[in-house]
Structures are given as structure tokens and as C-alpha cells.
């Protein structure tokens, strides 16, 4: 059975710095496109961050040059770096890990989230 686990959330000021970590159990996630989804109240899961098994990140045009993706295939877990944070990265974040053939997803999974709160 295939878990991710996100920790790393919680409160801070804007312009501080929080690191998500998701740490997959069950699978190796050497071999998934990993990536980062934020859901604000009331508003639709959006893409933050994608790190594919080789090759670019990707990132969503609000976050570029502030947050950064990575992975570490030896530990089973990827991380959002996120820096100079605005309230309008108030949100809970998703960690996802999913496996291509061509266009068909052959495998998605999810974390279970953490909210990430950006306040004075």
C-alpha cells in the first residue's frame, strides 16, 4: 500500500520560509513524477510544483523564484522550499507522486495535506 505523508506546515509571518517534506512508504518513488498542490477555502487544487524522474522542475508563475522543488530518491521524500511567503500562499498543500505510459497515468497518489497558514 502506497502512502505519502506531507509534514512541515504551520504558521508564519509573511516573508518567512517553511520546507514541506513528503516521504512516500510502499513504493520507490525513484520512478514517480513527484509534485506539490495547494487548495485555498473555497478554490480549486492548483499545481505548485512538479519534479519529474529526470529532467526540469516545473512551477506554477506565483512561486517561481521563491519556492523550489527537490527529491531525495535515497530517503523516499521530496520538498517544497518555500520562501518570501505571502498570505496568499495560505493554503493546504498536497503532496502527489504519479507514473506515466505516454499521456495514461498508470499510477496517482496523494498525501493527506498540510496547511500552511501565511499571517501577522
Known amino acids: 500500500q502506497v502512502q505519502l505523508v506531507e509534514s512541515g506546515g504551520g504558521l508564519v509571518e509573511p516573508g518567512g520560509s517553511l520546507r514541506l517534506s513528503c516521504t512516500a512508504s510502499g513504493t520507490d518513488i525513484s520512478t514517480y513524477v513527484m509534485g506539490w498542490y495547494r487548495q485555498a477555502p473555497g478554490k480549486q487544487r492548483e499545481l505548485v510544483a512538479t519534479?519529474?524522474?529526470?529532467?526540469?522542475?516545473n512551477y506554477t508563475d506565483s512561486v517561481k523564484g521563491r519556492f523550489t522543488i527537490s527529491r531525495d530518491n535515497a530517503k523516499n521524500t521530496v520538498y517544497l522550499q518555500m520562501n518570501s511567503l505571502k498570505p496568499e500562499d495560505t493554503a493546504a498543500y498536497f503532496c502527489?507522486?504519479?507514473?506515466?505510459?505516454?499521456?495514461?497515468?498508470?499510477?496517482?497518489?496523494w498525501g493527506q495535506g498540510t496547511q500552511v497558514t501565511v499571517s501577522s
Open positions: 519534479i519529474p524522474v529526470i529532467g526540469s522542475t
Open positions: 502527489n507522486a504519479y507514473q506515466a505510459m505516454g499521456v495514461w497515468k498508470i499510477s496517482d497518489y
